[in-house]
């Protein structure tokens, strides 16, 4: 007994003197030791946006279910809300109404990420997505309007009728619900906003504790004991660095991400032992707002692909039409890449702007991302081109709308109704980093897979959401990073609870 309580008070001193240690580098008896005062399971949660707050609410839920005493943790080096809160378009799910099946939203997935989407991954995206909406559903988050994405076969993205930014809305709620947690009198949930993870410490190949800091200042780290830490630390789009190592075209591009997306957690997680894979596919969106007050910003708003959903089409600057709007976001943004200073301009008629909200429309005329023109001969003015040749170039569309033309790139999807010729919206688009399809290998319980061969899963350790990896293979199917974040959000929470509950108990 005085060995073990030798053995603790060691790593204790060390760690408050900030000697800290590499997990490889501690005896794994030390490390057990020194948890020995927890008598509470605890697991910890590291990352606020939408995979980090559904995991949660499922942890929650589940430490409710079994009656176990369990302390959950929630962590943020910023605030509650993360990249979530910025998507704009919609979240995917099975839609049996228009046509959807089990199948072909699989396969419409598979064929997006170009073979390299891991399977059973895909799968239970595919046979949670019904469960993800009714759960957002039930928090009073309305998703019923349904729209067609580029790369879908059917109408599956699902968004709000009263149009808007689907993420906000979807942070809005569901923060204020893990906000609500923090304020039980039983078994609390802790928010420790503004701290970073600084490191996983692991022992047996199990994670035994975290160690985490105010945010900037990783001298100041403290570790924290649990059993299980979930890794909802999103992406790393804002990161030049990183970039430049895994995709040096995409570190030439702007980004949409906030400064926040630095992807930290990879380092941490490969220190651990975990396996990171496919860091190499980033996802290049076609159409971020070039601000005509700050054109060459390194950091755009994105301009939804709802609206090209809705029956916006893209010209370049001579007038003309290049490629099929609702193809997969990489061959968009590969057309306008070859375009004229790799930008284009998104045309948008009255109709399809009303169908996505007015009240966002507005927003982006105010921040003189978008222009209002009231017919083709001010359209002309604006791109500076033929005004004969853009008129022809529109009637030639909408006669292919009405199904009198093949149109010459390929498209076939066509809402109702919307064609071109008076009232209509432009923006000037041009691609932008949005998303990282690699990470923190994971399998379909969203456990951290080990990098060693053979080696299994690590203890303890999970991923959720753009921190994961294996799911989007080499290109995201627009609407699925809300989902993924919502489906491996919530399975990683109640695994988390179940596997560190079990852990204690034996």
Not at 77 to 100: E, Q, R, V
Not at 416 to 423: K, L
């Amino acid at each position: 007994r005085n060995i073990v309580f030798a053995s603790a008070a060691v790593l204790l001193l060390a760690l408050s003197a900030g000697l800290y240690l590499r997990p490889s580098q501690l005896p794994p008896s030390v490390l057990r030791n020194s948890m020995a005062s927890q008598t509470t399971p605890r697991i910890v949660i590291v990352g606020g946006g939408l995979a980090g707050c559904m995991a949660v609410m499922t942890a929650h839920e589940a430490r409710q279910a079994s009656g176990a005493q369990l302390d959950i943790v929630l962590v943020d080096k910023n605030k509650i809300g993360g990249n979530s809160a910025k998507a704009s378009s919609g979240m995917n799910a099975l839609t049996p109404p228009s046509g959807d099946t089990p199948q072909l939203f699989m396969d419409d997935t598979l064929k997006s990420g170009g073979g390299r989407s891991k399977q059973e991954l895909v799968q239970t995206l595919v046979e949670n997505s019904e469960a993800a909406i009714a759960s957002l559903a039930a928090l009073g988050i309305d998703l019923t309007k349904v729209s067609k994405l580029g790369g879908h076969s059917v109408p599956r993205s699902h968004s709000s009728p009263g149009g808007g930014n689907v993420g906000w809305q979807i942070m809005s709620k569901l923060g204020k619900s893990v906000r609500d947690l923090s304020e039980l009198k039983q078994q609390p949930i802790k928010i420790r906003e503004n701290t970073a993870l600084v490191d996983i410490v692991m022992a047996d190949g199990k994670v035994s504790g975290v160690r985490l800091s105010p945010a900037g200042k990783p001298e100041q780290a403290e570790t924290l004991p649990c059993q299980a830490v979930i890794l909802a630390t999103g992406g790393y789009s804002a990161s030049k660095e990183l970039l430049k190592i895994h995709n040096p075209t995409a570190a030439t591009l702007p980004t949409t991400n906030g400064p926040w997306a630095t992807g930290d957690a990879l380092d941490i997680a490969e220190r651990a032992g975990a396996r990171l894979i496919d860091l190499a596919e980033v996802q290049i969106h076609p159409t971020g707002f070039v601000d005509p007050n700050d054109p060459d910003s390194d950091v755009k708003f994105l301009a939804p692909e709802k609206l090209r959903g809705l029956g916006a089409i893209l010209l370049n600057s001579s007038g003309k039409r290049f490629v099929d709007e609702m193809t997969t976001r990489d061959r968009v943004s590969d057309a306008i890449m070859g375009q004229a200073g790799r930008s284009a301009w998104l045309l948008i008629p009255q109709a399809a702007a009303s169908e996505f909200g007015m009240e966002a429309i507005d927003f982006y005329c105010r921040r003189n991302l978008m222009v209002h023109v009231e017919d083709v001969s001010l359209l002309a003015a604006l791109l500076n081109t033929d005004q004969q040749g853009l008129i022809e170039e529109i009637e030639l569309y909408n006669e292919v709308v009405l199904g009198h033309e093949k149109d010459p790139f390929g498209k076939t999807s066509f809402p109702p109704d919307i064609f071109f010729g008076g009232s209509m919206y432009a923006a000037e688009v041009t691609p932008v980093v949005h998303y990282t399809m690699g990470g923190i290998e994971i399998d379909s319980t969203g456990r951290a897979l080990a990098a060693a061969p053979g080696a299994g899963a690590l203890g303890g350790l999970y991923a959720a959401g753009e921190a994961s990896g294996g799911v989007h293979g080499v290109n995201r199917l627009g609407g699925n990073s809300l989902l993924e974040c919502a489906v491996f959000g919530s399975i990683t929470g109640k695994a988390a609870v179940t596997y560190a509950v079990n852990l204690m108990s034996n």
